[in-house]
């Protein structure tokens, strides 16, 4: 194991980083939105619109029927939904990344005037449109990146749902965004909360943050109880309805750890600044300590509804009708230390984070790669961090990537992850929920 790694994972050392300037477009200082009574409608591109996040930002959109417009839809390869969505939201064009879905979409829609397009060179290129407005990016994992570049070298709005984004480039995104004078909204419960709390603050006046985590449906488990549960009950997240991934990801912490390092580039942090803590109940979504030593802290239903609309609602919160948070009905906020010991993903995102350069984009690959794999029964769960380990080992290191380098090393790292877990795979067993662990 290479000393970097070693460090960072048993030492628990995350080397502070020079401070950066934060960039983010506060609610008080960005450019006005359209406001609640404006007559002309915020045009929406959302960019996986049949997954969770897109499903319930339509949701939005119809309750506020006067405020949006959705002008694009895109999808994976879910074409009945899309195509569902489409006939209902009229938007002008809808693209359909699985071109094998393409002849589908397409004769189902020809009765409507409305563009059909496949394939993910036309995700971006729907991204950039000049009749959207803002561009809610709701794809899952690398799939997300070139879409929110053309968008962000468009001039659009991001409201921003896809944290692997950053996680892969976050330094050339946010140079771009920079470059681009565009504004990134963040649409993750804890990324917004964070967003919230520090609206009217002097950004010296932050001593650090702290995400919240919930633990997952394994808080408390041991590493001997992991390594024999299945897929079923991986899925069970306590306090959420998300999509399979990130289920997987809250499940062994990666999510969190992916969050970790979004927080670094979206709030321009120094990696000593950014701090994890369970709180099982996910009412308190985020807190910011400031340097005189108080907090602020956001809290509410873990319902994605409600940082989806205040990312698309800007600058203006927006009524609705949805249940109110009690604290009655929570009597009790509790909060515990990260296991990092048995959930190895987070100190694996934390060293990724503190080398820098491609070793994020490498995290994420890996882990894409791993849950895929667990989610078709082919690994078990711990041997997600294991793959993951592997791959920060092994594949090579670039310290200052351009976006070629990027996509090169998200290349190399899914065919090394891939070949990890074609070893790993047992064929007269394959549905053993834990098979032997990776070598290290």
Not at 92 to 119: F, H, K, M
Not at 319 to 327: A, D, G, I, Q
Request: one cysteine or more.
């Amino acid at each position: 194991m290479p000393p970097w790694l070693l460090a960072a994972l048993v030492a628990g050392r995350r080397p502070a980083l020079h401070s950066v300037a934060p960039y983010f477009c506060l609610a008080t200082t960005c450019p006005p939105a359209l406001s609640a009574s404006s007559a002309s409608p915020v045009r929406l591109a959302l960019l996986g619109s049949t997954g969770s996040i897109g499903t319930q930002a339509l949701e939005v959109v119809a309750a506020h029927p006067a405020r949006f417009r959705v002008q694009v839809l895109t999808a994976h390869a879910n074409a009945a939904l899309l195509i569902e969505q489409a006939r209902r939201w009229q938007p002008a064009e809808v693209v359909i990344g699985d071109e094998n879905c393409y002849a589908e979409v397409r004769a189902a829609l020809t009765d409507l005037p409305i563009v059909v397009s496949a394939g993910p060179a036309a995700v971006a290129a729907a991204a950039a449109r000049p009749d959207v407005d803002t561009v809610l990016t709701a794809l899952v994992g690398y799939a997300g990146l070139l879409p929110t570049l053309a968008a962000i070298r468009a001039g659009k709005t991001i409201a921003l749902a896809n944290k692997e984004t950053l996680v892969v480039a976050g330094e050339l995104v946010m140079a771009e965004a920079r470059r681009h004078g565009t504004r990134l909204l963040p649409v993750d419960s804890e990324h917004s909360a964070i967003y919230q709390c520090l609206v009217g603050e002097a950004p010296e006046s932050v001593e650090k943050i702290i995400l919240t985590a919930s633990g997952g449906p394994f808080r408390g488990r041991t590493a001997a109880e992991l390594a024999h549960i299945t897929k079923a009950q991986a899925l069970k997240h306590p306090n959420w309805t998300m999509g399979a991934k990130i289920t997987i990801d809250s499940a062994s912490l990666m999510n969190k750890g992916l969050e970790v390092i979004e927080a670094k580039w979206l709030f321009g942090l120094r990696d000593d600044q950014i701090d994890v803590v369970v709180h099982p109940q996910s009412i308190i979504h985020s807190l910011v300590h400031f340097r005189d030593g108080s907090l602020k802290a956001q809290l509410g239903l873990p319902d994605m509804k409600l940082p989806i609309q205040y990312a698309l609602g800007l600058p203006d919160r927006l009524p609705n009708y949805w249940p109110r948070f009690s604290f009655l009905d929570y009597p009790t906020l509790t909060f515990e230390v990260p296991d990092r010991e048995t959930f190895r993903c987070l100190p694996l995102a934390f060293a990724a984070m503190a080398r820098g350069g491609t070793a994020p984009c490498i995290l994420n690959a890996a882990n894409e790669v791993a849950v895929a794999a667990f989610l078709r029964d082919e690994i078990g769960f711990l041997a997600i961090p294991d793959l993951i380990g592997e791959c920060l080992e092994t594949v090579a290191f670039t310290s200052q990537p351009s976006l070629d380098d990027y996509i090169a090393t998200d290349a190399e790292t899914r065919s090394r992850a891939a070949e990890l877990v074609a070893n790993y795979f047992t064929v007269s067993s394959p549905n053993l929920s834990s098979p032997p662990r990776l070598s290290s």
